[in-house]
């Protein structure tokens, strides 16, 4: 949602955004477990362990930074938007089905004392 912000002007660079996010997206969901894989084979499941960690810790700090710059670059993401309130108003859920449920657990009547359906 944030990448949009940087795009609100040019809709027609956001299809283009989207497929290069996705794209870089599923590269790396495909060629993590094969690195890590082929380096665990080779290494061992210890020196793995580090590289992963270690790698971890200094991608950290390389991604706040970028995170930062970027922050920094475009002005419309410092911008706070305000939610619209919804004219949408919440309802108890009711089923009949569930109600029926609860009268048979809780003795049969549900608190009405008659023991009839309303109908």
């Not at 793995?48 to 200094?58: C, F, R, S």
């Not at 309130?85 to 809780?106: G, Y």
């Amino acid at each position: 949602p944030h990448i949009y912000a940087h795009t609100h002007a040019h809709t027609h660079y956001k299809p283009v955004l989207n497929a290069n996010m996705r794209r870089i997206d599923l590269l790396c969901k495909l060629l993590a477990p094969t690195i890590t894989g082929l380096f665990l084979q080779h290494t061992g499941p210890f020196a793995t362990t580090l590289v992963v960690a270690g790698w971890n810790i200094v991608s950290f700090f390389g991604e706040l930074g970028l995170v930062l710059a970027v922050y920094r670059m475009v002005p419309t993401l410092a911008i706070k938007k305000y939610r619209k309130q919804s004219n949408v108003e919440l309802v108890p859920f009711s089923d009949p089905e569930l109600k029926e449920k609860d009268e048979v657990k809780d003795g049969g009547d549900g608190g009405s004392g008659s023991g009839a359906e309303d109908g």
